[in-house]
């Protein structure tokens, strides 16, 4: 078979008739996610400063630490304060301005566990109050839940550039979380996004999986033990409004089973 180069004239023939069949790209030799979201120049600017600043701190120093004064913290408000002076999670060194710890109702029926505190949350010293958190409040006020949650984080430092903690991170911290929970002794726990979730429930599934699956949360010592249902992020909701409707059905959920039980 005899190979033919194209000439000019065929191949302007042949764009031609592609341009007048509505084809108005070209593939390349490498392949392009076209979904991918490049972060703001600033956001990339911090992860660039920040990806070679590791704090010095002993995991399991900084591990036995956090259990000795979650432990020694008998109630809510000195749990906060045991937080506070905890020194042993490396987020503290890498430009969060304060612990943030929690807010709410200290005897909820209810604990609402989210992945870290944003830029918002770090300013002001709560948990969930900014955009996403002013969302979550309306959510739960419309199901009858307003007044009947305390809401804390996995991590209480701020992450740099708002990124997902670490389960590292979350780890060195977590028994501040299971204090805060055995304290509590919530009658549910919704867990907010695919970090807590994981974190909280030690599930390898993605969110769109595991939410609105009631689960059970058990700790391993004092018997305290809740269901746990996870549900997506207010923050994943402002930016895909679809979604609002999955997770208006996992509060609804939560709010049925607790008064079904109330009955």
């Keep these: 078979m005899t190979s033919h180069t194209p000439t000019t004239a065929a191949t302007e023939s042949l764009l031609a008739f592609w341009r007048d069949a509505g084809v108005d790209a070209c593939f390349g030799d490498a392949p392009v996610d076209r979904t991918h979201v490049e972060p703001p120049p600033a956001l990339k600017a911090v992860a660039r400063a920040t990806a070679a600043v590791t704090p010095v701190v002993d995991a399991s120093d900084a591990l036995a630490e956090a259990r000795r004064l979650a432990a020694g913290a008998d109630t809510l408000e000195a749990l906060g304060e045991a ?4 020194e042993g999670c490396p987020l503290r060194g890498l430009g969060a301005r304060q612990a943030v710890f929690a807010r709410g109702n200290p005897e909820a029926e209810v604990l609402v566990i989210g992945e870290g505190p944003g830029a918002e949350e770090d300013a002001r010293g709560q948990p969930f109050v900014g955009k996403a958190g002013q969302l979550l409040d ?8 307003e007044g009947r949650v305390f809401i804390t984080n996995t991590v209480f430092w701020r992450p740099p550039g708002n990124r997902t903690p670490t389960p590292a991170e979350q780890a060195v911290c977590a028994p501040f979380v299971e204090r805060a929970f055995a304290l509590l002794k919530p009658r549910a726990v919704l867990l907010v996004g695919a970090a807590a979730s994981r974190a909280v429930l030690g599930a ?3 969110i769109m999986k595991l939410r609105g699956q009631w689960r059970e949360w058990r700790l391993a010592e004092g018997g305290v033990a809740a269901p746990a249902l996870p549900t997506l992020h207010p923050a994943f909701l402002l930016r895909q409004p679809m ?5 208006w059905a996992d509060i ?6 607790l008064d079904g039980q109330a009955r």
């Design 83 to 86: 937080i506070a002076a905890f």
């Design 138 to 145: 309306r959510m739960l006020a419309e199901a009858g839940l």
């Design 204 to 206: 390898d599934e993605g």
């Design 243 to 247: 979604a609002k409707r999955q997770a």
């Design 252 to 257: 609804l959920s939560l709010a049925a089973r």
